[in-house]
């Protein structure tokens, strides 16, 4: 299962204006097994191509695969489902009035029993360091904060593969290590993920395989 291809991209393209193609021909087969980095500079396209994979953007050309199945006929939930998205600045996408609900909103929407809600949102307050936070409002607390509650907000969905779009913004050393922690051990227990990042150091630490994009085209396919 583990060696299937997880994610698969046909012949990509994708323009947000006519004749200016954003994405440019991608042909891309991901594992689930294998960490995999998509790196490039400023306007690359990744935030792109990681909108192209989740639905949230149609491609002009060409075909997305999510295990085996063209996501044209799937709806954004099931592709939600499949995978954790992080959007790049996550913080707009919150909601709630306190960290906490903001954390368990999802498993509340789900109808879980509120003694396993509340379990599973301290134990991801504990391991991202946010417990101080649960009663602050979600759009008041700092840019690695906001970062960090986005990030446990995705996991306590229980995902099998995790798409983050540049995780490691607004984070110091110190938590960055936390995260790479939490992300290995997830990864030993089988949760596949993709990460888009301009963090080298990060990289280093975690993958097993990284793609370049440049101007929508990938130029440099490695695994390490
Ligand atoms: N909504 C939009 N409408 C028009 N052009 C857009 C839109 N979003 C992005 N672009 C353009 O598409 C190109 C790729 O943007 P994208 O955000 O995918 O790059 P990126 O590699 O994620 O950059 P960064 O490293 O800054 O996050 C850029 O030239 C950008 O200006
Ligand atoms: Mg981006």
Redesign the pocket.
């Given at each position: 299962m583990n060696s299937l291809n997880f994610i698969e991209l046909r012949n990509l393209y994708f323009e947000?204006?006519e004749e200016n193609p954003?994405i440019n021909n991608i042909n891309l087969k991901i594992k689930k097994d294998e960490v995999t980095a998509i790196l490039?500079p400023?306007?690359?396209?990744?935030?792109?191509l990681g909108k192209l994979i989740m639905g949230i953007l149609r491609p002009t050309d060409g075909q997305v695969y999510i295990s085996n199945k063209d996501i044209l006929n799937m709806t954004l939930a099931q592709i939600g489902s499949k995978i954790g998205y992080l959007f790049?600045n996550p913080e707009k996408h919150f909601f709630s009035n306190t960290v906490e609900e903001e954390l368990g909103f999802v498993l509340r929407l789900k109808g879980l029993n509120e003694d396993y809600v509340e379990n599973q949102v301290e134990e991801l307050l504990k391991l991202f360091q946010l417990e101080y936070l649960k009663k602050s409002s979600p759009l008041l607390i700092s840019q690695g904060e906001k970062q960090r509650l986005a990030i446990a907000a995705i996991l306590i969905n229980d995902p099998e593969y995790l798409l983050l779009d540049?995780p490691t913004t607004g984070l110091d050393m110190e938590r960055k290590d936390i995260l790479i922690k939490v992300l290995k051990e997830l990864n030993k227990k089988g949760i596949g993920m993709t990460i888009i990042s301009?963090d080298h150091f990060f990289v280093e630490e975690l993958f097993h395989r990284v793609i370049n994009i440049h101007r929508g085209e990938i130029i440099y396919d490695q695994r390490i």
């Open positions: 947000y204006k954003i490039g400023n306007g690359s396209g990744k935030t792109t790049q540049e301009h």
